[in-house]
């Protein structure tokens, strides 16, 4: 057994790939085939060049019908699902939202409210129609754009990991920029990958471990860009049905079968968790009946870390996904010991 | 019923034409252009080969409005899975001689190995199919000859080869700045093309392996230098206005040494009848510094990297006037002029000029919607038609062998003639 590492930069971070198996050649060809298929997808889905398809999207699609690959038709169908599973908490159109509140190749401000309106005027997916005839897209009003941010990267892992099974690869671990892995099989003698998800407090310790074989793990933080204003710190992840930035909760954690799934609903599950987190959420054991919240799925797996309601100290809300009892006890000090 | 190729405009503009349509077009005002295509009649297309360049082709159709895929053809049935996910409509298969007995086909676009773009092409032309083949043309001159004699023989077909930047807006508009004198004499041009890969591929199927690998075998391919060096070494016969008069090649393995008599590094050196050299240099052993083209002269040096050129001018060179206007980007201690295609029509839209043209396209589509240009409104000569195809062909042959024996070659005109 031979273990083949390969990194490529695309979509703004590092992807890092392992593989396991008996040819170190084809696994690299293999690894380097998917590899380019990221790349391909970044060229597709990027905002920074205006030739790519969703830049065309955005500069015609308010006024004609704009004819899409079948691929980037189904991916934006699936976004559009994934909209109404988390009860409109991912959306692909918060970009005029982004440039409102600065955070567009930028650390941010305080919106104009003015702006801010008209933003929050362009923000929906109900904005975005799509006709199954000829596989167009069409927005109804100018001035909406999407951004694929909170999706491309799961979809481009998803993509990768078809081409890896497609030559034949049954062992591997694909990451991009660490927020998103998806683990094909388990590496040799073992029965799954282990994946370690950072503490908010402390990154280079864990919060959990998870275990993941032919699953994927998504995890989304407020850390990054964020400004202060008044006392208050304002980050990048917005809410997009209020077009204010999330407050409250600082982390979330999903697996899902697949790396679209888990990085729309990781993003989503960070929004939903800083403003429709109830007190039945918060307590210890919040097992949940039923329906799983915030775009859950039976099979997937969560936690989201969330200020308690007096917010003297953090908790972890587990769906599934436990946290380290070590990571447990420091996250309830106070935020004065705990803080970012 | 009407023969699918005779075409709607075809006789208000006749072969007679050598200026290039679409170069006349461009200034045509966007909503003319657009309704002037759409009455145009639709244009079923056969895609033969569908790996990743094929992939792009189909893609890049979608955006090209009368372009109708109408077949898929591939001998990798991995591949035809894949098409029948993209394009559910298109037929599907694995001979590409059911397309060329299909009437209502006019048109065939060639992505498939190199060294089977003859066999199609020729077939394809003899079935009187309007013909697009990806560069490299041939990777023998034997076939390269084949193709453009049946090329030349069907001059009521287009025969377009994909030389992308001959159709692309800023190689073309810098064309003309070199013509108008910009590099003052131009003395030296260099290119490279640097990337970290093992640029092999992998299939399950051992057999199908090593058809996939057909780039690493030097008796199917010329390598780097006709896969890759191809697009750097023809803007440059085309810019310089001269064929090479020699090519002195160096190639070895120095880090994929995995079975392969493919070089994974080559240096090349062209020389032209002028007396400027070409100097090139492409690996997949190392990313740094990526690919891009340079052409020097006296009073500056022009600058091609991912389809954006720059200038870098000489403090004694005279001034042009609107360079204190262009947009600037640094290069370390350089500072380059960007040269924007059609700064004027941007202006005229209100975009302005010192920008990324918003509508910017990849070359390929470039390429592809003169292809089909030259359905509604040809035929014409195509920017890269099969002469321009045959000449970097020939070279890239040549510049192969030279690379294989670590030796120089001598071309003389005689090389060119089909």
Known sequence: MVTVRLARMAMACRFELILYGEDAVRLRAAGEAALDEIERIEARLTIYDAASDVSRINARAASEDVRVSSELFDLLRTAKRLHRQTNGTFDLTISPLMRAWGFFRNTGHMPDPEQLEDARALTGMDLVNLQESDRSVRFLREGVMLDFGAIGKGYAIDEAVALLREAGVDRAL????????????????????????????????????????????????????SFEAGGRTYGHVLDPRSGEPVHGAVLSAVTAANATESDAISTALLVAAGTDVSDEHIHEDSEPIGIWPFGLEEGMRALIVVPDQNKAFFRVVEFGLTALESARQILVQPPSTSSQ | ??????????????????????????????????????????????????????????????????????????????????????????????????????????????ATPTHVHRQIAVDA??????????????????????????????????????????????????????????LGKATMARAQWHAKTSWRRTSPNREREMEQNWRLDPELSTGLIGEVGVHQLDPAMWFLNERPSSVTGFGQIMLWNDGRDMPDTIQVIFGFPSGVHLTYDATPTSSFDG???????????????DNKAWMFKEVDAPMLG???????????????????????????????????????????????????????????????????GFNTAVVTIKAHEAIMNNSRIELDESDFEI
């Open chain 1, 174 to 225: 694909l990451h991009g920029g660490t927020s998103t892995v998806y683990a094909l099989g388990s590496p040799p003698e073992e029965e799954a990958w282990k994946v370690a998800i950072p503490r908010p407090d402390a990154r280079d310790e864990p919060l959990a471990l998870v275990d993941l074989r032919d699953e994927s793990l998504s995890v989304s933080a407020v850390w990054g860009k």
């Open chain 2, 322 to 388: 609107w360079e204190v206007y262009a947009r600037k980007d640094n290069f370390y201690k350089e500072t380059g002029i960007a040269l924007v295609a059609d700064a004027t029509k941007l202006d005229a839209q209100n975009i302005d000029p010192t920008e990324d043209d918003p509508n910017m396209e990849t070359p390929l589509f470039y390429a592809l919607r003169e292809f089909f240009d030259n359905h509604a409104f040809g035929p014409y000569p195509p920017a890269a038609g099969y002469q321009e």
């Open chain 2, 125 to 182: 032309l003899e079935a009187g199919k309007h013909v697009y083949v990806e560069a490299p043309m041939a990777a023998s001159i034997e076939d390269a000859r084949a193709m453009a004699v049946a090329a030349q023989n069907a001059s009521d077909q287009i025969f377009q080869v994909g030389l992308l930047s001959r159709s692309h807006p800023n190689y073309r508009s810098v064309f003309q700045f070199i013509r108008s004198g910009a």
């Open chain 2, 1 to 110: 019923m009407s023969d699918p190729r005779v075409l709607s405009r075809r006789h208000f503009l006749k072969k007679s034409s050598l200026v290039p349509l679409s170069s006349i077009l461009g200034g045509f005002a966007a909503a003319e252009e657009a309704a002037a295509r759409s009455a145009e009649q639709t244009v079923n297309v056969a895609l033969i080969g569908y790996g990743q360049w094929g992939r792009e082709i189909a893609d890049t159709l979608l955006r090209i409005e009368e372009a109708n895929i109408s077949a898929i053809v591939d001998t990798y049935d991995v591949m035809l899975t894949r098409a029948e996910r993209s394009l559910p409509e298109a037929a599907r298969h694995s001979d590409y001689r059911v397309v060329l007995d299909d009437p209502e086909i006019s048109t065939v676009i060639i």
């Open chain 2, 291 to 305: 690919a891009y083209d340079l052409f020097y002269g006296r009073d500056s040096t022009i600058m091609f990297r």
